[in-house]
């Protein structure tokens, strides 16, 4: 929440850093943008759940959640055919508290989705996505997003 010359001023320090010291950054943010600026992997939480992971080229510009979908679509761009307020709308359901915790929101929920959590499914060898409409992917075992995000597997024993 700074202005934009200090926010690059910032963003080039932390990617100095990382690039002269070699250190490495956890970036927590709600800005997609400088996400994509600065990071090489990327987690999208939801309710504090994993719903996709991977590399960030390939989260931003192909987003397989329909979450990480929505938050793209939210992004402003400058366009005067765009609705500023972004395109897409999502229904506001009732949460019952097991399935998918999108679920609620989520514009092509189906059946299964309001009986169990997914899991992950691992669609590419860097990528992960928490969505049913995945399934047809390899399960990713609990604990090994590590294996999604190509870092020590102490870092995200998630
Ligand atoms: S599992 Fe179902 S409710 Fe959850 S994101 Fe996927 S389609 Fe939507």
Redesign the pocket.
């Known amino acids: 929440m700074v202005d934009a010359s200090l926010r690059a001023t910032i963003l080039g320090s932390l990617q100095t850093l990382h690039r002269e010291r070699g250190i490495s950054i956890i970036y927590i943010t709600h800005d997609l943008a400088t996400a994509y600026q600065v990071a090489d992997s990327i987690i999208v939480l939801y309710r504090a759940s994993v ?1 996709e992971a991977g590399d960030v080229e390939r989260v931003v510009k192909q987003p397989l ?3 990480t979908q929505l938050l793209i679509g939210s992004v402003p761009r400058v366009s005067i055919e765009r609705n500023w307020a972004g395109e897409e709308s999502t229904a506001q359901g009732e949460d019952h508290g097991h399935g ?1 915790r ?2 609620p929101r ?1 514009p ?3 059946a299964q ?1 309001r009986d169990a959590p ?1 899991g992950l499914f691992l669609t590419e060898p860097r990528r992960a996505v ?4 995945h399934a047809a992917a390899a399960p990713l075992p609990p604990g090994r997003l590590n294996q999604v995000l190509a870092v020590a597997s102490d870092v995200a024993n998630l």
Do not use: K, L
Request: proline content about 12%; charged content about 5%.
């Open positions: 719903a959640h329909p979450y998918c999108f679920a989520c092509v929920v189906m989705c997914p928490a969505c049913y409409r």
